[in-house]
Structures are given as structure tokens and as C-alpha cells.
């Protein structure tokens, strides 16, 4: 099991540019996040995911879209990258079958710089 | 959902037990307390969860009074890997969907 896996690692954006960040998980989870993580600072949660074909907004989703066309994958795409947006990506992911625990699955982050 | 307080940082020896404390005056009667640890450059691992009184698990044991307005989370015997930042999260179920607020955690360097 790969678990949680994240592409790319790294990117170095220009202001204006778009990418797509994949988020791939092998453990059938149903539910889905991307966070992201400035300096110093803890876990902000943009947007999350309850099944394939579903998404919703979570704490800071402004300037970011997701896609969950298939159960494994969450993709995170910014349209037009701004200075603001330079953080670390980080996906998890979670079975809907831990209804009193939240075992988050974690994959090992993206680290964006928008210059 | 509650806001969690906790320490921004603490140092220990190797060797020691840490406790860390959280505050949480605001918890509702849905809502667990959860511990994450983050290691530099990689995502949060999950640690432990409790309900209330204590909880205990090959980690890290959690204690929650009565209340439940605070929780510690003690780490036995801390080594130089313990070395990471520790998140205290309140959980609130949601029929199905958990909201979840990382806060800016507690830094805990062990020292040799």
C-alpha cells in the first residue's frame, strides 16, 4: 500500500500560470481533503470531498477547484496563481467507517512557490 | 466549533514524560478531542482520540476530566524522534462529514 501520494513535489509557478495537483490514494477512502500549510502556521482546509463525483468548500476556497471524477484521485487546480498561494499542499484522506474517530491519512505535501 | 488552546512551544529532556495540555472551554457533547504530530516536511499522523477519562494506545495515553474542557496528551519517556509539532484538534461528527480546525500547535523539541 502507497497510501497517500501527492504530484508533483515541487513547483515554482509565475504569477498567472495554472497547475493541477494530484492527490492519489490506495486505501478506498471515502473521504477526501486538501489543506494547506503556511509558515509557522497549522492546517487550513480548502476543500473536501465525501464521495466520487462530490466536492464542497471547506475553510479557505477562494482561488482554488477540485475535481473527484474517480474515487482514488483529488485533483486541486489553480486557475491563475498568485504570490498569496505559496504554501505546502498537503491531501488526506479518510474511510467514512471511522464514524467516532478521525484517522486522517496525510500524503507527504506539495511545496508550491508562486513568484 | 470549540477553539483549542495549547502551548506554542515546550522543551524536554530525553528520557522524560511530556504532558501537553489543551484547552477546549467551548466543546460540545458531539465533539471528541484528536492528537496529530507532524514531523518537519511531512503531513500529520494521527496519535490518539478520546471521548473522555483516559485514553491509552502504544503512543501516547490521553487524559480528559470530567468536564472536558481540557485534555493532556502524555508522551512516556520522550526521545530525540519525538521531536515535532503536536496538533489538538476538537472533532465534531456531523453525520458523516467531520469538521476539523488545526490550530498552530505545540512545538516540542527533545533535547539530548
Known amino acids: 500500500n502507497a497510501g497517500v501520494t501527492q504530484t508533483p513535489k515541487f513547483r515554482v509557478l509565475k504569477t498567472g500560470q495554472s497547475m493541477t495537483l494530484l492527490c492519489a490514494q490506495d486505501?478506498?477512502?471515502?473521504?477526501m481533503y486538501w489543506y494547506r500549510q503556511d509558515p509557522g502556521m497549522g492546517l487550513r482546509l480548502i476543500h473536501y470531498?465525501?464521495?466520487?463525483?462530490?466536492?464542497a468548500k471547506g475553510e479557505v476556497p477562494d482561488g482554488y477547484n477540485v475535481s473527484r471524477l474517480k474515487k482514488q484521485n483529488f485533483l486541486l487546480g489553480l486557475e491563475s496563481a498568485a504570490p498569496s498561494q505559496t504554501s505546502v499542499y498537503f491531501c488526506?484522506?479518510?474511510?467514512?467507517?471511522?464514524?467516532?474517530?478521525?484517522?486522517?491519512?496525510f500524503g507527504p505535501g506539495t511545496r508550491l512557490t508562486v513568484l | 466549533l470549540a477553539k483549542t488552546t495549547q502551548p506554542i512551544s515546550m522543551d524536554s529532556y530525553e528520557g522524560q514524560e511530556v504532558n501537553i495540555t489543551c484547552s477546549h472551554n467551548?466543546?460540545?457533547?458531539?465533539?471528541?478531542i484528536t492528537w496529530y504530530q507532524q514531523f518537519p516536511s511531512q503531513g500529520p499522523r494521527f496519535i490518539i482520540q478520546?471521548?473522555?477519562t483516559k485514553v491509552t494506545n502504544e503512543v501516547a495515553s490521553l487524559f480528559i476530566p470530567a468536564d472536558r474542557k481540557s485534555s493532556t496528551l502524555s508522551l512516556p519517556r520522550v526521545s530525540l524522534s519525538d521531536t515535532a509539532v503536536y496538533y489538538c484538534?476538537?472533532?465534531?461528527?456531523?453525520?458523516?462529514?467531520?469538521?476539523?480546525?488545526f490550530g498552530t500547535g505545540t512545538k516540542l523539541q527533545v533535547i539530548p
Open positions: 488526506a484522506s479518510r474511510s467514512f467507517l471511522d464514524v467516532f474517530t478521525d484517522t486522517q491519512y
Open positions: 486505501m478506498n477512502h471515502e473521504y
Open positions: 470531498s465525501v464521495g466520487e463525483g462530490t466536492t
Open positions: 467551548n466543546i460540545a457533547t458531539n465533539d471528541y
Open positions: 478520546g471521548y473522555k
Open positions: 484538534l476538537v472533532v465534531r461528527n456531523s453525520g458523516g462529514y467531520q469538521k476539523v480546525t
